[in-house]
């Protein structure tokens, strides 16, 4: 098939592109490369796409734009004739968003629009995009389903991914546009974002640096994998969005319509404490953390936990990875990617401020 990737310059748009290219898939990237984070290691990944392409002779071709652009979006799909869209581009961070949340209203609801638009008026057959567990704001009702109420986020990210998903419903409704939306929970693993708690937490231990650990660590998260999150929206995309038979006006399922809308939960339904998060890290490291014990910082939500079912009954398949197997698999990648051993762990680079989050 051919495939358009939004965000194929990011964390999960990388792995996603490059699972794509290894099976042998048509691969088209989208991403302004923004300097959000480091815009090195976003050219480190486009570099190993461009290898994997070349290794597997896959078709791949990277375009640098962005998505808020109306005009450069309707070019690339008037070029393009897609099999498969998966939007995976968004202003990513929950405190980012008490800072600059005008950046959220351009990449998330603008070119959210633009990606509606061009999916609407290039018949595509099926468009899965990422949303998020930070939708379920308040909810303390646990683990957290698809199938309940999603109605108070608790940050200005979260609402933008939440009108995400009443957005795609509108145009599954209006245009028949087959859509899937995935709410991913704590993604982590290689190549994953500097601005994550994993990544400084990792970075500044090998440092002998004090990390900052909010509401003491006694907050839990259901850490997933990326290797997880990746199989589980392949598999989504792959399986186009058709209404539910099921489905009951009078007794509205958020997670079904009667148009081609979806929603699924993708997390590891294991959740895990922070301060447990972190002895997972010490031991791969095989050192100790200095910590600096803080309260809850605002837009934070107590705990996450998800319910995966409905993703394993659909489409087969639920996430696995142990955190101590990811975790390990991070530090590995870490390691390899700065060259780093135990006598030149000073000279990487300190990140003093906090963590933007642990989503």
Known sequence: MKILVTGHAGFIGFHTAKRLLERGDSVVGFDNVNDYYDPAIKEARLKLLEQTAAETQSDYLSIRANLADQQAVTDCFQEHRFDRVIHLAAQAGVRYSLENPHSYVESNLVGF???????????????????????????TQMPFSEHEGANHPLQFYAATKKANEMMAHSYSHLFGLPTTGLRFFTVYGPWGRPDMALFKFTQNILADEPIQVFNHGH???????????????????????????????????????????????????????????????????????????????????????????????KVGYKPTTPISQGIANFVNWYRDYYALNEDSVKATAIVHEMPDSLE
């Not at 629009?113 to 930070?134: F, G, W």
């Not at 994998?225 to 099921?246: F, K, L, N, Q």
Request: aromatic share 8%.
């Open 113 to 139: 629009t633009n990606v509606l638009e061009a999916c609407r008026y290039a018949d595509i057959p099926h468009l899965t995009y990422a949303s998020t567990s930070s939708v379920y704001g308040a909810n």
């Open 219 to 313: 907050h839990t998260r259901d850490f997933t994998y990326v290797d997880d999150i990746v199989e589980g929206v392949i598999r989504a995309s792959d399986d186009i969005a058709t209404p539910s038979g099921d489905w009951n006006s009078a007794s509205p399922d958020p997670a079904t319509s009667n148009a081609p809308f979806r929603l699924f939960n993708i997390g590891n339904n294991d959740p895990v404490s922070v301060n447990a998060y972190i002895e997972a890290i010490e031991k791969a490291l095989g050192k100790k953390a200095i910590k600096d014990l803080l309260p809850m910082q605002p837009g934070d939500v107590p705990d996450t936990y998800a319910d995966s079912g409905e993703l394993k009954r």
